[in-house]
Antibody, heavy 118, light 110 residues
Framework: EVQLVESGGGLVQPGGSLRLSCAAS????????MNWVRQAPGKGLEWVAN????????YYVDSVKGRFTISRDNAKNSVYLQMNSLGAEDTAVYYC???????????WGQGTLVTVSS | QSALTQPRSVSGSPGQSVTISCTGT?????????VSWYQQHPGKAPKVMIY???KRPSGVPDRISGSKSGNTASLTISGLQAEDEADYYC??????????FGGGTKLTVL
């Protein structure tokens, strides 16, 4: 059974940093594209970033470029999202997802809430 | 503002059919056969219902179907059931990003 378990969310002040983690199990992690998708309270879904299976390519939505960094450790079956210079607009539930193919996600974690507030 | 446009809400009675539209451009929906649909119940993670425009993952009933014409994709749910009440999101590969989502549609079963 595919499992994705996020951790690391919480309350952070504007301008602060946070590192999200996602522990994967039940599938071949080292051959899977991994993504982060977020959802602001009461709002829709937004793709944030993804990373190639070997970690050599990474892509970001414009609003987080230069502030967020996605990375992975295939030995630990984990993907991470380092978030710096956080603003109120980054407040959201962050989901770790596995790409099932181009443009779709076949597995989702339960999400971790990030709240940016003073 | 979301990249893809969906109606904010749709409704139908049990047993009826409803269709949710998802309008994009030639740079996303119209340019790729990589449209997916997600169902999200309150407080839960999204679940994929359709991928590659019209394919159903294992476990999704065949009363759920997807299609596309030009820059507009559609999700049709036939034989509405109470448990279908949820938010639905479309998603497409785009020329700019690996994935762009619609704003979501709230389906109410009357």
């Amino acid at each position: 059974e595919v499992q994705l378990v996020e951790s690391g969310g919480g309350l952070v002040q504007p301008g602060g940093s946070l590192r999200l983690s996602c522990a994967a199990s039940g599938f071949s992690f080292s051959t899977s594209w991994m993504n982060w998708v977020r959802q602001a309270p009461g709002k829709g879904l937004e793709w944030v970033a993804n990373i190639k299976p070997d970690g050599s390519d990474k892509y970001y939505v414009d609003s987080v470029k230069g502030r967020f960094t996605i990375s992975r450790d295939n030995a630990k079956n984990s993907v991470y999202l380092q978030m710096n210079s956080l603003g109120a607009e980054d407040t959201a539930v962050y989901y770790c997802t596995r790409a099932g193919g181009p443009g779709w996600f076949d597995s989702w974690g339960q999400g971790t809430l990030v709240t940016v507030s003073s | 503002q979301s990249a893809l446009t969906q109606p904010r809400s749709v409704s139908g009675s049990p047993g009826q059919s409803v269709t949710i539209s998802c309008t994009g451009t030639s740079s996303d929906v119209g340019g790729y056969n990589y449209v997916s649909w997600y169902q999200q119940h309150p407080g839960k993670a999204p679940k994929v219902m359709i991928y590659d425009v019209s394919k159903r993952p294992s476990g999704v009933p065949d009363r759920i179907s997807g299609s596309k014409s030009g820059n507009t994709a559609s999700l049709t749910i036939s034989g509405l059931q109470a448990e279908d009440e949820a938010d639905y999101y479309c998603c497409s590969q785009s020329g700019r990003y690996p994935a762009v989502f619609g704003g979501g549609t709230k389906l109410t079963v009357l």
